[in-house]
């Protein structure tokens, strides 16, 4: 109701204004598919890199050999493949936190750590694939580490806090 409420203000605001709204309308919707279409190839090569990803057992082999080290600073290995899913998908990592509260449930250490991780952090390489591909900048210089520092940090700072407020 309050979306219909918004549009139909927009429109009669157009009208006072003596603004072409349908014109202005059409000329928006022009727009946003030449977005999507400029911004496809970039959409389209993140997600083959994710199915690959998947696909080719890489995860798997991580989640065995760097998991077990991580566990002796507290690091559930369960959520390995979250921290390494979540800067490159959304829909994947909230998939992954899906399925590993499913197993282990919402509300042990491990679903704990999970939920905070995924709130916590963002998707990195999505964002900086469609932000930066959408405006055309080529050279991202320092933004690509500094994203995945900051989602480091936060998946530190997730642990750590779990740790402390719920064992």
């Given at each position: 109701m309050?979306?219909?409420l918004i549009c139909m203000l927009i429109v009669v605001v157009?009208?006072?204004?003596?603004?072409?709204?349908?014109?202005?309308?059409?000329?928006?919707?022009?727009?946003?598919a030449m977005t999507t279409i400029r911004l496809f190839p970039f959409i389209l090569a993140m997600i083959l890199a994710i199915n690959t990803l998947q696909g080719s057992g890489l995860l798997n082999v991580l989640m065995d050999r760097v998991g077990g080290g991580l566990e002796h600073f507290g690091f559930p290995r369960e959520v390995l493949p979250l921290v390494l899913l979540r800067p490159l998908t959304g829909s994947g990592s909230l998939a992954v936190t899906a399925k590993i509260l499913e197993q282990q449930g919402p509300d042990s250490f491990?679903?704990?750590?999970?939920?905070?991780?995924?709130?916590?952090?963002?998707?990195?390489?999505?964002?900086?694939?469609?932000?930066?591909?959408?405006?055309?900048?080529?050279?991202?210089?320092?933004?690509?580490?500094?994203?995945?520092?900051?989602?480091?940090?936060?998946?530190?700072?997730?642990?750590?806090?779990?740790?402390?407020?719920f064992t």
């Amino acid at each position: 109701m309050i979306v219909l409420l918004i549009c139909m203000l927009i429109v009669v605001v157009g009208v006072i204004r003596k603004v072409p709204v349908f014109d202005e309308f059409v000329e928006g919707a022009k727009h946003g598919a030449m977005t999507t279409i400029r911004l496809f190839p970039f959409i389209l090569a993140m997600i083959l890199a994710i199915n690959t990803l998947q696909g080719s057992g890489l995860l798997n082999v991580l989640m065995d050999r760097v998991g077990g080290g991580l566990e002796h600073f507290g690091f559930p290995r369960e959520v390995l493949p979250l921290v390494l899913l979540r800067p490159l998908t959304g829909s994947g990592s909230l998939a992954v936190t899906a399925k590993i509260l499913e197993q282990q449930g919402p509300d042990s250490f491990i679903g704990l750590v999970a939920s905070t991780i995924q709130g916590s952090t963002d998707t990195t390489f999505y964002i900086i694939t469609v932000y930066f591909g959408t405006i055309g900048i080529k050279k991202i210089r320092h933004s690509l580490m500094t994203g995945l520092i900051a989602d480091l940090a936060g998946v530190v700072a997730a642990v750590f806090v779990c740790t402390k407020l719920f064992t």
